[in-house]
C-alpha cells in the first residue's frame, strides 16, 4: 500500500520527545567541569520538557546510572550505542500517513558533511534503532540531510538553506530540483524555501555549516520567526537583513522579527546566540536564554505567538557552546 506520508508541524500533538545522553567527544569536553557542564545542560532541558510530555533518553551503557543521577525520575533512559548528542541531527523524521500511521524518515547522516572532527558510525544507525524500537517503517532516504536542516508549517512549505542541503560534503551532486524532489517525496510538503546561508558562527569549525533551525522557523501555518541580528557591528546583522528580504520576496508570510541576545561575542569569537532554537511542545515552548536583557523580549514574542503554552526559558549557553541548542538536542514524536 503507497502511503502519502506528511511531517506534522512542531506545534501538533507529541507522543514523545527524543533525546540522547551526551558522553563522549567534543561535546561532553575534555574536562570533569567540561562534563559536568554539558550533563547539567542536556538534563536540564530533558527536565523542563518531561514536565509536559513524555522524554525517552538514548544512553550508552556505561553511563546509565551516572545519568539517573541528573535526570528527573519520568525520563526514560534507553540504552543505546551513540557517537554524539544531537538528536534532531541523528534521530528520524517523524511523519505520519492520512490514516494516522506513523514513520520515521531515515536522511543518510555523516557528521554534517563528513567535517574532519566528527564521528558517525554508531549515529548514522540511530534513527533506525528509534524507528525498530517503536515499531514504525524507516523511510530510507539517500538524501544526505538532518533534522536541523529542515523545517516546515505542516501545510506544505518547508525552509532549506543552500549550504546545507547542496552543499560540500553533503549533495553537491544534486541539483537543486533533486533535492526538492526527494525532499517533499519524503516529507509531503510541496513549496521549498530557500535561505542561502546560515548563521556566521555556524561555519566555525563545530558548526553545522548552515542549520536553518537558528535562522529561522515556522510558528504557525502562515507565520515564519526569523534571527534579527540587530546590531551592525556582529557579521550576522547582514546574514538576518538577507534572511528577511528573501522570506519578503516568498510572500505569503507573517514575518516576525526576534532580536538577537545584546551579547555579541564568546572567548572563540562572534556568538550565533539565537532564541529561533527554540522547542514547542505539549503545553509548553522550551526557550533559549542566556542571562541577556533580550531573555524577556524573546519570551513576549513566543508568549504571543503561542499564547495558550507556557514559555519555559532554559539556560542554553554552555549548547551553543558545543555548537547547538535546545532545538538540536530534541526530537518529536508526533501522536
Given at each position: ?6 511531517m ?14 551526551p ?8 574536562t ?5 557542564e ?9 527536565n ?5 510530555e513524555?522524554?525517552?533518553m538514548?544512553c550508552v551503557?556505561a ?5 539517573r ?8 533512559l ?5 557517537n ?5 541531527d541523528?534521530g528520524?523524521?517523524f ?15 555523516n557528521?554534517?558533511g ?18 525498530s524500537?517503536?515499531?514504525?517503517p524507516?523511510?530510507?532516504?539517500a ?8 523545517h516546515?508549517?505542516?501545510a506544505?512549505?518547508v ?10 560534503g ?12 526527494e525532499v ?6 510541496d ?8 548563521l556566521t ?7 553545522t555549516r548552515g542549520?536553518?533551525d ?7 501555518v502562515?507565520t515564519i ?5 540587530q546590531?551592525?557591528?556582529h ?12 522570506l ?15 551579547k ?18 505539549n ?6 536564554s542566556f ?10 514574542i513566543l ?7 507556557e ?11 558545543r ?13
Amino acid at each position: 500500500m503507497e502511503h502519502n506520508w506528511k511531517m506534522p508541524a512542531e506545534w501538533a500533538h507529541h507522543e514523545r520527545t527524543w533525546m540522547a545522553w551526551p558522553s563522549a567527544g567534543y561535546t561532553l569536553g575534555d574536562t570533569d567541569s567540561d562534563h559536568q557542564e554539558a550533563r547539567l545542560a542536556w538534563a536540564s532541558v530533558a527536565n523542563a520538557i518531561v514536565r509536559f510530555e513524555p522524554v525517552s533518553m538514548l544512553c550508552v551503557a556505561a553511563d546509565l546510572e551516572m545519568a539517573r543521577q541528573f535526570l528527573d525520575p519520568r525520563v526514560s533512559l534507553i540504552e543505546a550505542q551513540l557517537n554524539d548528542a544531537w538528536m534532531r541531527d541523528i534521530g528520524p523524521t517523524f511523519v505520519k500517513s492520512e490514516t494516522g500511521q506513523l514513520a520515521g524518515v531515515n536522511w543518510v547522516f555523516n557528521g554534517w558533511g563528513a567535517q574532519s572532527w566528527a564521528s558517525w558510525d554508531k549515529d548514522a544507525e540511530v534513527a533506525g534503532v528509534i524507528n525498530s524500537r517503536i515499531g514504525v517503517p524507516s523511510l530510507e532516504s539517500a538524501l544526505i540531510n538532518e533534522g536541523g536542516g529542515i523545517h516546515v508549517n505542516g501545510a506544505g512549505a518547508v525552509l532549506l538553506t543552500d549550504t546545507v542541503q547542496l552543499g560540500a560534503g553533503r549533495n553537491e551532486t544534486w541539483s537543486r530540483e533533486e533535492v526538492e524532489q526527494e525532499v517533499h517525496q519524503k516529507l509531503g510538503t510541496d513549496r521549498a524555501i530557500w535561505i542561502r546561508r546560515g548563521l556566521t558562527r555556524d561555519y566555525d569549525e563545530f558548526g553545522t555549516r548552515g542549520h536553518i533551525d537558528i535562522v529561522a522557523c515556522f510558528a504557525g501555518v502562515n507565520t515564519i520567526l526569523y534571527h534579527e541580528q540587530q546590531n551592525p557591528d556582529h557579521p550576522d546583522y547582514s546574514v538576518s537583513h538577507e534572511v528577511k528580504r528573501t522570506l519578503e520576496e516568498v510572500g505569503g508570510f507573517e514575518l516576525i522579527g526576534v532580536p538577537a541576545p545584546t551579547k555579541l561575542r564568546d572567548e572563540e569569537g562572534f556568538v550565533d546566540y539565537s532564541y529561533i532554537n527554540h522547542y514547542v511542545i505539549n503545553g509548553a515552548v522550551i526557550l533559549c536564554s542566556f542571562d541577556d536583557p533580550n531573555d524577556e523580549v524573546a519570551r513576549g514574542i513566543l508568549q504571543t505567538v503561542y499564547p495558550d503554552r507556557e514559555i519555559v526559558l532554559v539556560d542554553a549557553r554552555a549548547l551553543f557552546a558545543r555548537g547547538g541548542g535546545i532545538h538540536c538536542i530534541t526530537q518529536q514524536q508526533p501522536a
